[in-house]
C-alpha cells in the first residue's frame, strides 16, 4: 500500500483549499429502504441538493464511510448517481459497515478517484482506512500507519487534515466510544512529531463534534439520515436534522468550518428505536 497522491488544486481565492465532506449516508439497494424510520436514499438526495447550492469554489469532497447500510453493489451506485452530479472530484474511504471490494469495484467503475492522499501548496489531505474486519470499532493497520508515516516524512511542512471513518478521540456518548479508533494512540504519537498543524476529521458518530486534544483538533460530522444524540450514555437519536461539512483550509495553517443542515423537521427518525 503506497500513497496515491494527487493535486489539490486551490481554484478559490488567495490559495485557500475548499472542501466538503458527506458521511455516513448508509445508503440500500432499495432506495425506499429505511434506517430507523428514516429513508436513506431521500434523506442523502436532499443533503446533495442542498450541497449543490454551496458548492461554488469547493476543491474536493470527501465522503468518509458508512456509505452504503446493507454493502449491495446498487447502494453504492446510487451513491455514486448523486456524487457525479457534483463538480468537485469525489474521493472517499470505507466504513464498519462498508464492504471494501464491492465498493471499491462500484466507485471504480465509476471514475471515482482511488487517491489517498491529495497534495496542496500549503496543506495535505490523508484519506486512511480504519476498517477492522466484521467489527464495529476501528483500528488502523501497520500499513495505514505506514501511510502516515510516508505522508508526514515527506512533506514535513505541510499542514495534515487526517480524515478517518471512526473516531480518534471520545466525543462522549459512552455506547458510541466503545466503537472508536482502537489505536488512536499510533496516530497520535505520530501527530505529536509533525512540525505542522494537524486536524483529524471522522464521521462514524452521527453528530458535530470539534475539539482540541493535546494542540490536534479533532472534527466529527452529521450523517446524512439519522444523527446520534450528544452526550448520551445509552443509544439515543436526535431531533437534528441532516447534514454535511464545509472546511477551508487557510495557507497559515489555520481551518475554518462550518456544518450545514437540512431545515428543522427534515427526516425525522423513529425515536422508539433502541438500535440497529
Ligand atoms: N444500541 C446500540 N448499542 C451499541 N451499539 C449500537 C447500538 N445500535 C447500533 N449500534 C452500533 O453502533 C454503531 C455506530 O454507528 P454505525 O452507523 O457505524 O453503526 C452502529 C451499530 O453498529
Ligand atoms: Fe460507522
Redesign the pocket.
Known amino acids: 500500500m503506497t500513497l496515491s497522491t494527487v493535486p489539490l488544486d486551490t481554484h478559490s481565492r488567495n490559495g485557500v483549499a475548499e472542501l466538503s465532506q458527506i458521511t455516513?449516508t448508509?445508503l440500500f439497494a432499495d432506495r425506499e429502504g429505511e434506517l430507523l424510520g428514516v429513508a436513506t436514499w431521500h434523506s442523502c438526495r436532499a443533503v446533495v441538493n442542498a450541497m449543490k447550492e454551496e458548492l461554488a469554489g469547493c476543491d474536493a469532497i470527501l465522503a468518509t464511510g458508512?456509505l452504503s447500510q446493507d454493502q449491495s453493489a446498487e447502494s453504492y451506485r446510487h451513491f455514486v448517481a448523486m456524487m457525479s452530479e457534483l463538480t468537485p472530484p469525489v474521493f472517499w474511504l470505507p466504513?464498519?459497515?462498508d464492504e471494501a471490494p464491492v465498493m471499491q469495484a462500484e466507485l471504480d467503475a465509476a471514475g471515482v478517484s482511488q487517491a489517498n492522499h491529495l497534495l496542496g501548496e500549503h496543506w495535505q489531505v490523508l484519506l486512511l482506512d480504519s476498517q477492522a474486519q466484521g467489527e464495529?470499532c476501528g483500528r488502523l493497520s501497520e500499513a495505514q500507519l505506514t501511510l502516515l508515516d510516508t505522508a508526514l516524512e515527506h512533506y514535513p511542512q505541510h499542514h495534515l487534515l487526517l480524515a478517518v471513518h471512526h473516531q480518534a478521540v471520545p466525543v462522549g456518548c459512552a455506547?458510541?466510544d466503545q466503537?472508536n479508533l482502537r489505536n488512536a494512540e499510533q496516530l497520535q504519537v505520530r501527530l505529536a512529531r509533525h512540525q505542522a498543524n494537524s486536524v483529524v476529521l471522522c464521521g462514524?458518530v452521527?453528530q458535530g463534534f470539534d475539539q482540541v486534544f493535546d494542540g490536534i483538533r479533532y472534527l466529527a460530522s452529521p450523517s446524512t439520515c439519522i444523527q446520534f444524540k450528544p452526550l448520551s450514555d445509552d443509544?439515543a437519536l436526535d431531533y437534528m436534522a441532516p447534514g454535511w461539512r464545509q472546511l477551508s483550509l487557510y495557507p497559515d495553517g489555520r481551518l475554518s468550518t462550518r456544518v450545514w443542515r437540512l431545515p428543522p423537521n427534515a427526516f425525522v427518525p423513529d425515536f422508539s428505536a433502541?438500535?440497529?
Open positions: 455516513d448508509h458508512d466504513g464498519n459497515h464495529t455506547w458510541l466503537h462514524h452521527h443509544f433502541r438500535g440497529y
